[in-house]
């Protein structure tokens, strides 16, 4: 079944900060070294950000993606940024990178899907671009500072996590393939998350116990906590479910996919995707050995490189697929 009309990408940009932390640097903060980070993740190096707030990153992506698209910011009627890592609780990140942009014939709003952030924000993109006939343009920015959040005494967390952003500007294309699939687990809430405000207002009833029976016992740091190994195994089950599910959607068989871009979290997490979906490695874009994960950015970044570097062509049957907190997971197919 093909549903909705087809999207295109027009455009493709990322951005991520100078600075580097390696798994040597990482071992002078906690009790690791750079063999089991490797072995364990995949993962050599990631970017943080020392100065830079999340719009910022968004921003630089997000120009770059309209240089690619050969549009004016002017042009783009919708704005949606995905993002666990928000500078602001309001504004809207979608709006402080509008005014940077001067993009201001857009409606602009941020959605939180953790790392299946830019995949769900891709996909909302391509239901407004089914249904809104004056819209022409839409910009789909990732962008997180995870760093702010991390808990760098925590050796089986701080070294998954990095900073970035990417972006892409989509279009119609009336009919050209595209189908999604999303769902989520909200009994796996507390398997990865990071608290935001604490309960503290002059009305709080100090004899009161708070109502919150999933999270009053979880520390109030506003760190990132996750069950590592839960989330290794919703993780290796979500990945192939989507991808299989998404195919069926589009009509076509997973081996026509020509490109997986998948969420970078764990090396190992997509090396096992790939042999439950039967899917080779060899067709899967993977980079996250220089930037680790960078929750909803990872998706956008990774298809920026590979588009730059010539591996996504058009033509190409390309499938992304994100999981992450919620917990959640989907993907989307499209043809480049
Ligand atoms: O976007 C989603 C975000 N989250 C994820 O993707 C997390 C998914 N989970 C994972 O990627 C893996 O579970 C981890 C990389 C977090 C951990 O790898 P693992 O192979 O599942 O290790 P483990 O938790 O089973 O721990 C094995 C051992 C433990 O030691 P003992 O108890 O066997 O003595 C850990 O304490 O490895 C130890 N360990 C480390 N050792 C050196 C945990 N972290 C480290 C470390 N360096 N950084």
């Known amino acids: 079944m093909i549903f909705l009309t087809g999207i295109r990408i027009a455009g493709t940009g990322h951005y991520v900060p100078p600075m580097k932390l390696t798994n040597n640097d990482l071992a002078k903060l906690v009790e690791t070294n750079d063999e089991w980070i490797r072995t364990r993740t995949g993962i050599s190096t990631r970017h943080i950000s020392t100065d830079e707030p999340t719009w910022y990153l968004g921003w630089k992506a997000a120009m770059e993606a309209i240089s690619a698209a050969q549009i004016t910011p002017d042009q783009i009627g919708l704005i949606i940024d995905a993002t666990i890592t928000s500078d602001c609780f309001t504004p809207a990140t979608a709006c402080i990178i509008q005014q940077k942009l001067g993009a201001m014939n857009a409606m602009a709003f941020d959605m939180n899907s ?13 239901r407004y671009l089914a249904t809104d006939p004056q819209l022409e343009y839409v910009l789909v920015v990732a962008n997180e500072t995870l760093s702010r959040i991390i808990d760098y005494n925590d050796r089986g967390s701080c070294i998954l996590f990095g900073d970035g952003a990417g972006a892409s500007v989509l279009t119609r294309e009336e009919t050209a393939l595209y189908s999604s699939y999303f769902r989520a687990d909200g009994t796996g809430a507390t398997a990865l998350y990071a608290k935001s405000l604490d309960m503290t207002s002059p009305f709080i009833d100090p004899e009161a116990e708070i109502k919150d029976d999933i999270f009053t016992d979880m520390p109030d740091d506003h760190l990132l906590h996750q069950d590592g190994r839960a989330v290794y195994r919703f993780a290796t089950e979500a990945m192939p479910s989507v991808v299989e599910e998404a195919a069926k959607r589009a009509g076509i068989s997973v081996s026509d996919i020509d490109i997986l871009v998948p969420h970078q979290a764990n090396l190992r997490i997509i090396e096992t995707a790939a042999k439950k979906l039967g899917f080779p490695m060899e067709k899967i874009f993977v980079n996250l050995e220089h930037y680790g994960n960078t929750s909803s950015a990872t998706v956008p970044i990774a298809l920026d490189e590979a588009v730059r570097g010539g591996l996504i062509k058009r033509g190409d049957i ?19």
């Open 318 to 336: 390309v499938c992304l697929a994100g999981f992450g907190a919620g917990l959640t997971m989907g993907a989307v197919i499209i043809r480049y």
């Open 114 to 126: 953790a790392c299946t952030g830019f995949v769900c924000a891709f996909d909302i993109a391509a």
